[in-house]
């Protein structure tokens, strides 16, 4: 997987996942609107890493997935799922870890 073809397949798998994340998270924000709880709550987002068959979840709170996305090349991963070739890891947490990508700038 040397190719910059794979390699840009790679990103934008995480880019698409990244957005489906961000259409379900509007979705609760706004369903949840009257409730000042909802952005601390842990909820379940797909995991955002490069692999295409990954259908892991990683729990986190909308306010901690905002905070990782105010970086356009950020992405909340599952433990362990980073792909050094595209991306390193930038926060190790205790259920998900953070990964920064090589090729995107913030
Ligand atoms: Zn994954």
């Not at 880019?15 to 009257?34: E, P």
């Not at 295409?52 to 986190?60: A, G, H, P, Q, T």
């Not at 070739?85 to 920064?100: H, S």
């Amino acid at each position: 997987m040397s190719d910059n073809l794979s390699k840009d397949r790679l990103v934008r798998n995480e880019q698409i996942l990244r957005d489906k994340n961000t259409s379900a998270k509007n979705a609760i924000k706004k369903y949840f609107r009257n409730n000042s709880k909802v952005k601390a709550t842990p909820i379940d987002f797909v995991c955002e890493c490069s692999a295409l068959d990954c259908d892991e979840r990683v729990k986190l709170s909308i306010n901690a997935y905002e905070k990782i996305h105010q970086r356009k090349d950020r992405f909340a991963i599952a433990k362990g799922h980073e792909t050094p070739i595209v991306e390193k890891l930038v926060a190790d947490k205790q259920n998900f870890g953070v990964v920064e990508k090589h090729e995107l700038n913030a």
